[in-house]
């Protein structure tokens, strides 16, 4: 586990945090369509998925950069090792869970914008909203799990 225990700013832009972003679009993909159209892969959806993910990775790159100089790349998502938050410490706790949380509603809004905007003429609008929530509820628990194994 060295490799994955440092910020996410420095994971995202190696091979390893490459491959962990594929996954969890892949994973966004699969349960999109799965929950829009009960099948395993659909070309749309996937490609509205990776779009999505990307243009909410943006605006957090973007954010985070504007906010902190990009160092702790965490506005979106907060990934940390436990050099960057000591989850023992209350505050170290309650800090990553509310940044964790204003990163999903963000993410989740950024992406349901997204999602609606090209699926609009396929599906309406409550089943989009539903396969974004089932989807970010996907990669922000993979990344809770994560987070946890990294700050112990």
Excluded at 39 to 51: E, G, H, Q, S
Aim: aromatic share 16%.
């Amino acid at each position: 586990m060295i490799p994955l225990n440092v910020s996410f700013g420095i994971y995202a832009f190696l091979p390893m945090g490459w491959m962990f972003m594929a996954f969890v679009i892949l994973g966004e993909g699969f349960l999109m369509s799965w929950y829009l159209i009960r099948k395993k892969f659909d070309k749309k959806i996937y490609l509205t998925a990776t779009v999505s993910n990307i243009v909410s990775g943006a605006v957090g790159i973007i954010t985070t950069l504007a906010l902190n100089g990009g160092w702790w790349l965490v506005v979106w998502f907060p990934w940390v090792s436990k050099h960057e938050v000591d989850i023992h410490d209350s505050q170290g706790l309650w800090g990553l869970i509310v940044y964790y949380a204003v990163a999903l509603i963000l993410s989740v809004l950024i992406e349901l914008l997204v999602n609606h905007m090209m699926l609009r003429k396929q599906y309406p609008f409550k089943k989009t909203l539903h396969a974004t929530l089932i989807a970010n509820a996907f990669s922000y628990i993979l990344g809770a799990v994560l987070i946890a194994l990294l700050c112990i």
